[in-house]
């Protein structure tokens, strides 16, 4: 695997894990469109943020070498990245149509 690809899968995971989210919860979903998009956007960004601590798909191949626990947890950040975009999106929306 190489950065890139895990970078795509970590996106993936992301949208994924926010249209479950928004299919689970309805309180929380702004459609399919919209979930996956904010589903984008939010996993990045954490992962951007928690890849500083060495999470990131780079540290993940470093040296050719393949390390598996830091890609779940890389998976796992991802798909908590997407919810929290979502409920973090939906909180913003909710403020602004008072």
């Known amino acids: 695997m190489t950065g890139t690809l ?3 899968i970590s996106i993936l995971i992301g949208i994924v894990g926010a ?3 928004g299919y689970f919860n309805r309180k929380y979903t702004f459609g399919f469109k919209g979930n996956t998009l904010i589903g984008v956007f939010g996993s990045i960004l954490l992962i951007k943020t928690f890849g500083r601590l060495g999470f990131d798909p780079w540290h993940i191949m470093k040296d ?6 830091r890609l779940i947890i890389n998976l796992f950040v991802s798909a908590l990245g997407g919810v929290l975009g979502l409920v973090f999106a939906k909180m913003i929306y909710s403020k602004m149509n008072r």
């Open 6 to 8: 895990i970078s795509l």
């Open 64 to 69: 050719g070498e393949f390390d598996g626990l």
């Open 19 to 21: 249209n479950l989210f």
